[in-house]
C-alpha cells in the first residue's frame, strides 16, 4: 500500500470523518441501551486509530511537502477550496490523536454513567475537529475545524465535569473564541494580501517552490492558488486560502505588517498551548473535566498551539518569527511558564492538595518547554520541540489516567489521601513509576530524547535559554519524584486504601499502549518519530533562516543532476 494507492482512497477524509460518522451513528441507538453504546462507541474508536496506521506505512519520509494531497472546489467565490495534505509532523500527531482517542473511549466505560450517548458523540466529534486541523492545507478548512472542536469539548466539560463545570467550560470556551477570532482577522489579512505577493513577486515563485522539489502534488497546487490569485478584474477579486502558498510567498510580506500578523496568530496560539499568562483556563478545565476530557485536552489539545507556530507562524512570517522585537517578548513568557508551572506544582505537593491540578500545572511547565524548543529556531530545537509534543501526550495523558483511577475508586484527588499504595495496588504503582520517570526525562524512556533536543537547541542559540530550560527539568524531576514518594510509599494511613482493587484488565489495556510508546521512542526515536519529522523540521528552520538551506542544496544537487525525475515539475 503506497501514497498514491491510500490517495485514491482519500485515506485524509476517510480517518478525519470516520470518527463523525461513528457519532452520527449512535444517535440511532436507544438512549438506554448503555452497554450498547460503549460497546459501539468503543469499538469505533479503535477501528478510528487502526484506519489511520497505514499512513505511517505508506507516508514518503525523504520527500518534502504535503502527502496523500486531496484537493476540491468546495466555495469557489471566494477561493475556498476542500484541501487536505500532511507532512511528517502532522503524521505523528494524527496518529497520537487516534490512539488518545481510543484510550478516552475506554478510560470512560465505568467512569461515565449518565447520558452516555451524548458523551460518546461528543468525544468522536471532538477527534474529527482536531484531525481536520491537523490535515487542512486550506486556511479556511483550517478555522472551521479549530472552532468546531470547541464546542464538543465544551459540553464533555460542561456536562459530565465537576462541581465548578459550567464556570470551567464557559472559561475554555471564551478564552479559546477570543484567540480564534483575533486569529481570524489576521487570516483575512493574508487573504487580501495575496493577490498583491504574487503579482509583485510570480517570477521567484519556483524559487521559492525549490523546498518542495520532486512533489509534484504540493508544487501544483500552490502554482494553482498562485493562478487563481492572480486572476483578479476590476469586476473581481480572486484570491486563495492555500496554505503552502504563504508558506512560498509569506516572507515578502513588510517586516511591520508580518510582526502585526504575527501577534494576531499569537494571540491565538498561545491561549491554545496555553502560554503564561494566557494559562488561567487551563487548571480549572483540567480539575473539572472528566477523565476522558482531561486525556484528550492534554494528550491533543495543546499540542494545537505548537502546531500553530510550527505550521504558520514560523513558515509564513519568518522576518517576524526571527525579529528581536518578537523573541524579547516570546521567549521570557516561554521561561516564566517553565519555572511559573514547576514551582506551583511543587506548592501542591507541599499542601498536598489536589492531584489533578499539580499535573494540569505541569503541563504549562512542559508546554513552556516546547515553545523554547522552537523559538530556538534550529534543528535540535525544532525536532525537539514536535518530539516533546508527542512525548507530553503520552506521559502527561498516562499521569491523569493515573488520576482518574484513583479517582474512581476514592473519589477524591487530594493528595493527603493517599499514602502507601504501592502495596495493595503494585501493577498501578508499576506504571505509575514508568510513567513518572517518564516526565522527567530518565534515559531510555521517550521524554529524554525531546528534553535533550530542546536542550541542546536551546544552549546552541543562547546559553541563558538552555540554564532557564535545565532549571525546568530538575523542578520537574523534584515534583514528580516527590508525588511518588508521598502516594505510593510509606504506611497506609487512611482506612479506606487498605483494599483499594489494583488495574483491572481493561485499564492495563489502555494504559499498555502509551508504556510500550514511552519504552519505544525512548530506546528508537530515530525508527519511531525522528525519521518521520526530520524533513518538516527541515523546512521550517530554512524558512526562518536561509543560510541554513545552501548547503542543504548543495549537497543534494549531484544526486538531482543523476536522476531527471528527482527534479519534480519546475
Known sequence: MNELMLGKLHILSLVTWLPAAGALALLFFHKEKTDQIRVFANAWAALCFVVSLPLLVAFDRSKAGFQFIEDHQWIPSIGVRYQMGIDGMALVLIVLTT???????????????????????????????????????????FYVFWEVMLVPMYFIIGIWGGE??????????????????????????????????????????????????????????????????????????????????????????????????????????????????FHTWLPDAHVEAPTAGSVIL????????TYGFLRFSLPILPGASVDARVLNVVVPLAVIGIIYGALLSLYFIYTSSDMKKLVAYSSVSHMGMVMLGIFAANPNGINGAIVQMVNHGISTSALFLIVGVLYERRHTRQISEYSGLSQVMPVFATIFLIMTMSSIGLPLLNGFIGEFLILRGAFERNVWWGVWAVTGIVLGAAYMLWLYQKTMFGRIEQPENEKLPDLSRREVAYFLPLVVLAFAIGILPQQFILNYIQTPTQYIVSQVDRSYVQPKQAALQPAATDSPEGTGSK
Do not use: C
Not at 492534554?298 to 498551539?305: R, S
Open 99 to 141: 490512539l488518545l482517542g481510543a484510550i478516552a473511549a475506554l478510560s470512560s466505560w465505568n467512569y461515565i454513567r449518565t447520558r452516555e450517548k451524548e458523551f460518546y458523540v461528543f468525544l468522536l466529534l471532538l477527534q474529527t475537529g482536531m484531525l481536520g486541523v491537523f490535515v487542512a492545507l486550506d486556511f479556511f478548512l
Open 164 to 277: 465548578n463545570r459550567l464556570y470551567a467550560a464557559i472559561k475554555f470556551f471564551l478564552y479559546t473564541l477570543v484567540g480564534s477570532v483575533v486569529m481570524l482577522l489576521a487570516i483575512l489579512k493574508l487573504y487580501f494580501t495575496l493577490p498583491e505577493l504574487v503579482a509583485s513577486h510570480s517570477s521567484e515563485l519556483n524559487a521559492w517552490l525549490a523546498p518542495f522539489a520532486g512533489n509534484e502534488a504540493t508544487t501544483n497546487m500552490v502554482r494553482n492558488a498562485a493562478q487563481a490569485a492572480g486572476a483578479s478584474t476590476q469586476t473581481a477579486f480572486a484570491s486563495s486560502f492555500n496554505i503552502p502558498i504563504f508558506h512560498a510567498l509569506g516572507q515578502f510580506i513588510p517586516l511591520d505588517a508580518q510582526i502585526w500578523l504575527w501577534a494576531a496568530f499569537f494571540i491565538g496560539f498561545a491561549i491554545k498551548v496555553p502560554m503564561f499568562p
Open 298 to 305: 492534554a494528550g491533543v489539545l495543546l499540542k494545537l498551539g
